[in-house]
């Protein structure tokens, strides 16, 4: 297993040719250890501890006070932040060089409610199918103890970049 751990230290959106130069693991990978530049939204959820292998990215993350809705625990848009990268990532990690991938539809279910006591949380990524014009992955986050909180599904539409 070839393990890396997100710098959190850099943000920024890779430029479309990087990301078309090379395969989707080894860009998933550039992210998770802070070659390439982590994506805006990630600021949002601060991950860490990030492996990434073909299929499968596994990211660890604290859900705290910032997180919080009004009712008085965590928003479930932090679930959907883990929850759709994991998933589009777990899809990019089996993206040939020139190919990429967007979101076509995902659906969450909550199981149990996160608070900022619930400490560290992981969410799982695993792509289910890939084909030339679509895929599909699953993700869940469990707390310390194994517990599901929260698990997706998505369908991903698959295809050629542009060449630079």
Do not use: W
């Not at 990211?59 to 998933?87: K, Q």
């Not at 400490?119 to 103890?145: C, W």
């Amino acid at each position: 297993m070839n393990d890396t751990t997100t710098s959190g230290s850099e943000f920024g959106v890779v430029p479309l040719s990087v990301l078309a130069s090379m395969p989707g693991l080894d860009f998933v990978r550039g992210v998770f250890a802070g070659t390439l530049p982590q994506p805006p939204i990630m600021q949002t959820v601060q991950p860490f501890d990030c492996t990434a292998e073909a299929g499968q990215v596994v990211m660890h993350s604290v859900p705290g006070l910032r997180h919080y809705n009004p009712i008085g625990s965590v928003h479930g848009g932090y679930a959907a932040i883990l929850l759709d990268s994991a998933m589009g990532l777990a899809v990019q990690t089996m993206c040939p060089q020139g190919s990429g991938y967007t979101t076509l539809e995902f659906k969450i279910s909550f199981i149990k409610a996160m608070t900022e006591t619930t400490g560290a949380v992981r969410t799982e990524g695993k792509t289910l199918s890939f084909g030339r014009r679509a895929a599909t992955a699953e993700a869940r986050i469990t707390d310390t103890q194994g517990r599901l909180l929260a698990h997706a599904t998505t369908t991903c539409l698959v295809f050629e970049l542009p060449k630079a």
